[in-house]
């Protein structure tokens, strides 16, 4: 397994990565407000003060991305964290939240805040594992409903 930073040249292959487990759970894509930001990875994450990773295998295939997008100095927000489905169960999860979590320290932050959705039951239960706290937010994208912080 290897992570390596993602670009621009990597749009269509986030794209699809993403979209398709948002349709396998039936969540709407919505490439005008809320997935507008990985039609310019670079500018979002990678000279933003953040950062978006996919996880490959050894033969370099994708099997999941996620990115660490810049909220302000101190705080974070975990994107886009999304695993294809014949990797789910199998610790990779865990493998990507811990590396999204050292990045996020090695990137100075303070605080890691996420949205997500009930549907994503795995998800919120990995999250809370790792000692994600509810919180409310004044604004969830349209297809969250569920806010989580932690303090770093």
């Not at 604004?139 to 932690?150: N, V």
């Given at each position: 397994?290897?992570?390596?930073?993602?670009?621009?040249?990597?749009?269509?292959?986030?794209?699809?990565?993403?979209?398709?487990?948002?349709?396998?759970?039936?969540?709407?894509?919505?490439?005008?407000?809320?997935?507008?930001?990985?039609?310019?990875?670079?500018?979002?994450?990678?000279n933003?003060?953040?950062?978006?990773?996919?996880?490959?295998?050894?033969?370099?295939?994708?099997?999941?991305?996620?990115?660490?997008?810049?909220?302000?100095?101190?705080?974070?927000?975990?994107?886009?964290?999304?695993?294809?489905?014949?990797?789910?169960?199998?610790?990779?999860g865990?493998?990507?939240?811990?590396?999204?979590?050292?990045?996020?320290?090695?990137?100075?932050?303070?605080?890691?805040?996420?949205?997500?959705?009930?549907?994503?039951?795995?998800?919120?239960?990995?999250?809370?594992?790792f000692?994600?706290?509810?919180?409310?937010?004044?604004?969830?994208?349209?297809?969250?409903?569920?806010?989580?912080?932690?303090?770093?």
């Amino acid at each position: 397994m290897n992570f390596r930073r993602a670009t621009n040249k990597d749009t269509d292959l986030v794209r699809n990565i993403i979209f398709k487990i948002l349709h396998e759970y039936e969540l709407k894509t919505d490439t005008q407000k809320t997935d507008s930001d990985i039609s310019d990875i670079d500018a979002n994450y990678n000279n933003n003060k953040g950062i978006f990773e996919l996880l490959e295998d050894d033969f370099g295939n994708a099997l999941a991305t996620v990115g660490l997008f810049n909220i302000d100095n101190e705080t974070c927000e975990l994107r886009k964290m999304y695993l294809v489905k014949s990797r789910r169960g199998k610790g990779y999860g865990k493998l990507l939240l811990s590396h999204a979590l050292e990045n996020a320290k090695e990137l100075g932050y303070k605080k890691v805040v996420l949205e997500t959705a009930s549907v994503l039951k795995e998800a919120i239960g990995l999250y809370k594992s790792f000692g994600f706290k509810p919180y409310c937010t004044p604004h969830l994208s349209d297809r969250c409903d569920k806010a989580y912080y932690l303090d770093l």
